[in-house]
C-alpha cells in the first residue's frame, strides 16, 4: 500500500473517532451544559458559578486552542471525578458548538 494512502486511511479512521465527526447542535449543546455543567460551571455569562475555579464558558470559548478535539482531550483530563457518566463523542461534539456561540456574545 503507498504512503500517502496509508496516510489518508489513518486520517479517514482518526476523523471518523473525532468529535468534528458528529452533528454540532449548539441547541443541544446547551442542553447537556443545562444538565450536566451548570452545576458547578458558569455556562452563559448570566449564570452564577458555584464552585470556585470552575471557568467560566465564555472564557473557554475564547481559549485559543478550543474546539471540539480539543474539548475531547481536555475534559477527561480537566474532570476526572465528574459525576455521573462521562460524556460521549457526540455530546462533547454538541457542547463544543453551543461553548462557541459564547465566543460571539
Not at 472564557?59 to 471525578?81: C, K, M, R, V
Amino acid at each position: 500500500m503507498p504512503g500517502a494512502t496509508r496516510i489518508v486511511i489513518a486520517a479517514s479512521a482518526t476523523l471518523a473517532m473525532s468529535p468534528l465527526a458528529f452533528a454540532q447542535d449548539p441547541a443541544r449543546g446547551r442542553a447537556v451544559a443545562v444538565q450536566r455543567c451548570v452545576s458547578c460551571h458558569d455556562i452563559n455569562g448570566r449564570s452564577r458559578q458555584p464552585l470556585r475555579g470552575a471557568t467560566p464558558f465564555r472564557d473557554i470559548a475564547l481559549e485559543p486552542q478550543f474546539g471540539p478535539n480539543w474539548l475531547a482531550i481536555y475534559l477527561p483530563f480537566s474532570h476526572p471525578d465528574i459525576d455521573g457518566p462521562s460524556l460521549g463523542l457526540a455530546e462533547v461534539s454538541e457542547l463544543a458548538a453551543y461553548i462557541a456561540t459564547l465566543q460571539r456574545r
